[in-house]
């Protein structure tokens, strides 16, 4: 996977599991929606499926993301209470080619510049606000260049505390 892309997920990732541990959340099940928008002349394409085969992933229930639309994700997943206590934001060795800048973390928010000098260039800023130990905002921007071609991504989340009891959600 391109570096640029392993540093957009461990952003992501940090917003899916830790966001609330931040903020002293409370441990359990939290859910998170994610949305995400892409664009520019650098992003990747996708390629060209046919219309076949497009109705072929349909009909076994495959659906295939449209990147020049805002894509929306919710996920749950379960927090314990040892990602609260060994709360971390990504490592800088995890970011390939970017970088996490003046990085500021307080009782109820988290902010931080994205510095990209690798295959991609660029910069972005995250800032993400605890307003309770059972909900969080956050959101995220990027410009720059890859090959010399613009590119754009943001993302915006909310995470609520559904229960004590995750169930079968890890």
Known sequence: MHRFWLATVALLALGALSHPAY???RAGLWEQ???MTFGGEGMPKMPAIPADKMAQLKAMGIQI???SKPQTTTIKTCLTEEEIANRKLPKPEDMGDCT???RQLSEDRMSADLVCRGEIQGTGHLEYVFD???HYTGSMTFKGARGGRPIEMSHSSEGTWL???CGDVE
Do not use: C
């Open 23 to 25: 903020a002293e959340g």
């Open 33 to 35: 929606t994610t949305t």
């Open 65 to 67: 993301p449209d990147l």
């Open 100 to 102: 996490m800048e003046n």
């Open 132 to 134: 309770s130990e059972t």
């Open 163 to 165: 229960a004590e009891d």
